[in-house]
């Protein structure tokens, strides 16, 4: 059950995913499809000391500050007229839907004319409170309304060849007369909504592929028909193969178009100070691009911290290889860990295990390289009614518990999952789908209650969302220790599925359907913990008993013929003491986990 072995690094980031649109917005409207006037939005300026401050005390070392750019947007100002509504999702529009990869988004701004300034200041914060801040790189696709008023001379299109399908000098692919939906002129899916005629006048007498590689002149609903796919010299309707593209360390020359705009993207947000990206859709692009791209970003800044979200399930992903391990050769930092996450969701909602988990402990250096979250802009929110068994805010506290304590990889937290934000209701553009909306002008009812007009002290949240608020910092503190940041993982599952006294309920045959335990070892510390979490939502697990078996007492360096303590350092204060390999555990209650130091009965280390 062991992994890779550990390499030299700094202990591991702490991410705290806020989105600016909805972080600081306490206006308390929150009208279905309403305007900023209406709904509000957050600023650059919400993020203020005080919050920074409270964000530094649970343990956080990075910000991701989500929605930076300047998206397509239905909201005006001068000099700025708002873009034709065929093209949005949501007024807002989504961030995701970049309209100038060098600038950012008006409606963060107290003077829209002094964005850029205020989003310096912004930095200046952070900085100055300890943290690092990543942005996203959205690398795939732009709006179809992009165009660069900051550096005009390096806007996607500028010069393309739009006769042909793919050119490798050209930043997009261009339709055919004799690709689906019938020739020009482009026909969006929006005909019939408010506002809308299902045209864009710039694409009548041509068509680009939209970001998710639809090519037609028809993009259904459920394409991503609001952005246009770049090209990084490599025609995907052909194949998988990219080796012809330049390696990395390529004179900028020798590079596609559409590599060198990017490479100019990134040095100019480094230049400003951001410290790492967020990569979208990273799968999407060709892995020689990114070898090239960060080799580049590290010279400029050697600490510059890449993440990629990319799914290996993915058919259209750009490598016949396991994608995820393509990404960390070609030098991220962390990789999405969409498959751990899946998992847990799944033993609420689609019939999994928690022995499911131990699929994910022999994928090699990935496993340590894996960055944990239980939510996030693009998946459900924990407290839904709706999702995760309908179990409420405190389903987190297992499921986190073991993502948070497995690896020594990042480890991130979405803004409102620490206070049981619940994401109820129709919000505007994706109606009731238990996610906040990064669409729309919006605020979150829960978090609102923390942020508590701009004080950023949970005045008005229930002692209950306070707990866990505090359980969260007590994790990540916790998770902090050498044990989780440089040490070993060895699961104890496979040592106790007949193991009767392992939480087993009703009449399972087999344990390790509610229960997952693990240990941590760190050997320059000789620090280790035990892990156990009870993911079941209604029983109580009575009576659990943890066998250790030989081969993981030699894991830890430890004789099983000794005794060993085992204390509690996350949410009680529960001592226990092992006796001949085997551990009894207290009650452990619906939803909860422990984290257990291991030492000497007597105190101390061996």
């Not at 593209?245 to 596609?256: D, K, M, Y």
Request: glycine share 10%; hydrophobic share 35%; aromatic share 12%.
């Amino acid at each position: 059950m062991k992994s890779c072995p550990p390499s030299v690094r700094p202990p591991r980031p702490v991410i705290y995913q806020l989105m600016l649109r909805t972080f600081g917005n306490a206006n308390e409207t929150r009208k279905p499809h309403g305007t900023l006037a209406e709904n509000g939005c957050g600023k650059f300026n919400d993020i203020n000391p005080a919050a920074l401050a409270s964000l530094k005390a649970m343990g956080f070392t990075h910000l991701w500050l989500t929605g930076v750019h300047e998206q397509a947007s239905g909201t005006a100002y001068p000099n700025r007229p708002a873009d034709d509504a065929d093209l949005l999702k949501g007024i807002a529009g989504s961030p995701y839907a970049i309209k100038d990869y060098f600038d950012v988004c008006p409606d963060y701004a107290e003077d829209p004319d002094r964005r850029l300034e205020e989003f310096r200041s912004l930095l200046d914060r952070c900085h100055a409170q300890g943290f690092k801040v990543i942005i996203d790189f959205v690398p795939n696709h732009v709006a179809r309304s992009y165009a660069s008023e900051v550096k005009p001379e390096l806007s996607f299109g500028q010069g393309d060849d739009r006769r042909v399908f793919f050119h490798r000098e050209n930043h997009f692919y261009y339709l055919r007369p004799d690709d689906a939906g019938g020739g020009s002129p482009l026909k969006l899916p929006t005909a019939n909504m408010p506002g809308c005629d299902g045209r864009f006048a710039p694409e009548t007498e041509f068509g680009r592929v939209t970001g998710n590689n639809a090519v037609t002149w028809a993009p259904s609903i459920h394409d991503w028909y609001e952005t246009v796919k770049l090209n990084y010299g490599h025609d995907f309707t052909q194949n998988r193969s990219t080796a012809h593209l330049p390696g990395p360390l390529a004179n900028p020359s020798e590079v596609p178009k559409t590599w060198r705009t990017m490479d100019e993207i990134l040095a100019y947000w480094q230049g400003m100070g951001v410290d790492g990206f967020r990569a979208d859709m990273a799968h999407l692009v060709p892995i020689e691009f990114w070898r090239w791209a960060v080799v580049r970003a590290r010279s400029r800044q050697p600490g510059v911290f890449f993440s990629a979200e990319a799914y290996d399930n993915d058919p259209a992903k750009v490598t016949d290889g396991h994608v995820l391990d393509e990404l960390l050769a070609a030098g991220f930092d962390a990789v999405y860990d969409d498959p751990s996450y899946d998992i847990l969701e799944g033993i609420y909602d689609s019939g999994k295990w928690a022995n499911d988990l131990d699929s994910q402990t022999f994928t090699g250096e990935r496993f340590h390289h894996s960055l944990r979250y239980a939510e996030n802009h693009d998946e459900v929110r924990l407290a839904s009614p709706q999702e995760w068994g309908g179990l409420g805010m405190n389903v987190g506290k297992p499921v986190c518990a073991v993502l948070f304590a497995m690896g020594r990889g990042p480890v991130m937290l979405y803004h409102g999952q620490e206070v049981g934000e619940p994401a109820t209701g129709a919000e505007g553009f994706c109606g009731d789908n238990a996610r906040t909306t990064i669409f729309d002008y919006w605020s979150m009812p829960e978090f609102t209650k923390w942020v508590n007009a701009g004080k950023y002290d949970g005045g008005r949240l229930s002692c209950e969302q306070k707990a866990l608020r505090a359980w969260y910092a007590k994790l990540i503190h916790s998770t902090q220790s050498p044990a989780f940041t440089h040490g070993e993982f060895y699961g104890l599952n496979h040592a106790n599925q007949q193991n009767v006294h392992f939480g087993r309920i009703g009449d399972e045959t087999v344990s390790g359907h509610w229960l997952y335990a693990f240990l941590r070892h760190d050997p320059a510390s000789q620090q280790s913990f035990l892990v156990i979490a009870n993911f079941h939502g209604s029983e109580t697990l009575r009576g659990t008993r943890v066998t250790i078996p030989e081969d993981a007492w030699q894991f830890l360096g430890r004789s099983s013929q000794q005794d060993w303590k085992f204390t509690d350092r996350l949410d009680s204060a529960w001592i226990g003491q092992s006796v001949g390999g085997l551990l009894a555990l207290p009650d452990l209650p619906p939803c909860s986990a422990l984290v257990l130091e291991i030492a000497n009965s007597r105190g101390g280390c061996p």
